[in-house]
T-cell receptor, first 112, second 113 residues
Framework: LAKTTQPISMDSYEGQEVNITCSHN???????ITWYQQFPSQGPRFIIQ???TKVTNEVASLFIPADRKSSTLSLPRVSLSDTAVYYC?????????????FGKGTKLSVIP | NAGVTQTPKFQVLKTGQSMTLQCAQD?????MSWYRQDPGMGLRLIHY???????DQGEVPNGYNVSRSTTEDFPLRLLSAAPSQTSVYFC????????????FGQGTRLTVV
């Protein structure tokens, strides 16, 4: 499974757009990129998943350049409730790739 | 929908005791897994199962056993608890296939004294 690198922490003020970038230089051709969010004392929660270009849902956007060696999670107009740890995962390619490999994630702190 | 249910939510064990953490899902997912999360760390995979009767080891399997007799249940057994097993344990389930989203339980906070 591809290794990912993301910033350990980020701070942002309420109402700002936050972009968290994840590097995955050895991503495989069939790998998907997935982001999870984890609040304290809770299990991770799926946010968004994509393969290439741009994916948008009701909570976030995911930007993936053509070479797919990185991806950026974009959270529009963050609020205090977006304070959490965000994990970037790469994988899921093929029938045998069931494992989710979590790094340490990015701790986002939203400041009033 | 209940999703993934873990019990108990909290547990204190003495060193050497054994216990079973329960995990149940009602989404008919084939794939289930157990993770542990230590303070300030990401999740590490302990064991996983791709279907009833099939289990395999993850990154940190020592000291833990699992079984999968039904699609719904995936219990994690601590054989002889050690202080190093103090952690928060999460169970997850998902369907197999490339784009499946994983669903996590609320976690079991285990302290071994």
């Amino acid at each position: 499974l591809a290794k990912t690198t993301q910033p350990i922490s980020m701070d942002s003020y309420e109402g700002q757009e936050v972009n968290i970038t994840c590097s995955h230089n050895n991503i495989a051709t069939n790998d998907y990129i997935t982001w999870y969010q984890q609040f304290p004392s809770q299990g991770p929660r799926f946010i968004i998943q994509g393969y290439k270009t741009k994916v948008t849902n009701e909570v976030a956007s995911l930007f993936i350049p053509a070479d797919r060696k990185s991806s950026t999670l974009s959270l529009p107009r963050v609020s205090l409730s977006d304070t959490a740890v965000y994990y970037c995962l790469v994988g899921f390619s093929g029938a045998g790739s069931y494992q989710l490999t979590f790094g340490k994630g990015t701790k986002l702190s939203v400041i009033p | 929908n209940a999703g993934v249910t873990q019990t108990p939510k909290f547990q204190v064990l003495k060193t050497g005791q054994s216990m079973t953490l329960q995990c149940a899902q009602d989404m008919n997912h084939e794939y289930m897994s157990w993770y542990r999360q230590d303070p300030g760390m990401g999740l590490r995979l302990i064991h996983y199962s791709v279907g009833a009767g099939i289990t395999d080891q993850g990154e940190v399997p020592n000291g833990y056993n699992v079984s999968r007799s039904t699609t719904e249940d995936f219990p994690l057994r601590l054989l002889s608890a050690a202080p190093s097993q103090t952690s928060v344990y999460f169970c997850a389930s998902r369907t197999t296939g490339g784009r499946a989203e994983a669903f996590f339980g609320q976690g079991t906070r285990l302290t071994v004294v």
